[in-house]
């Protein structure tokens, strides 16, 4: 038992650790492009580009989630924004009934 306990922790924070670096690499590549580059909107469409496949998938197994779960999905976004100091690749924006919809929906991407 001790075992699956010990997995488990191991396995939640490798998830927030990917969930921090995800971040940091978002940011430290539109930062690094912004000073090769210089110009905004040639910045944004790269990183749109490249991150697009990835953004689109991820959204999807959120959607997919909050469908299944029977939850209303009121928004999808795959495109980014620049949200104060951050790029945000893109949301679901569903009706949030439970706590624990609302995990099973917010892990969705991992499974």
């Given at each position: 038992m001790s075992s699956l306990l010990s997995q488990s922790i191991v396995f939640f924070l490798e998830i927030v650790l990917i969930y921090i670096l995800s971040r940091q690499t978002i940011n430290e590549t539109f930062y690094l492009l912004r000073f090769l580059i210089k110009k905004e909107k040639l910045i944004f469409s790269l990183v749109t580009v490249f991150f697009l496949p990835g953004t689109v998938i991820h959204e999807i197994a959120h959607f997919?989630?909050?469908t299944i779960l029977m939850l209303r999905v009121r928004e999808v976004k795959i495109?980014?924004?620049?949200q104060?100091?951050?790029i945000k690749l893109g949301s679901v924006l569903y009706e949030k009934k439970d706590f624990f919809r609302g995990i099973?929906?917010?892990?969705a991407p991992f499974f």
């Open positions: 997919f989630a909050a495109f980014p924004e620049w104060k100091n951050y099973l929906v917010g892990i």
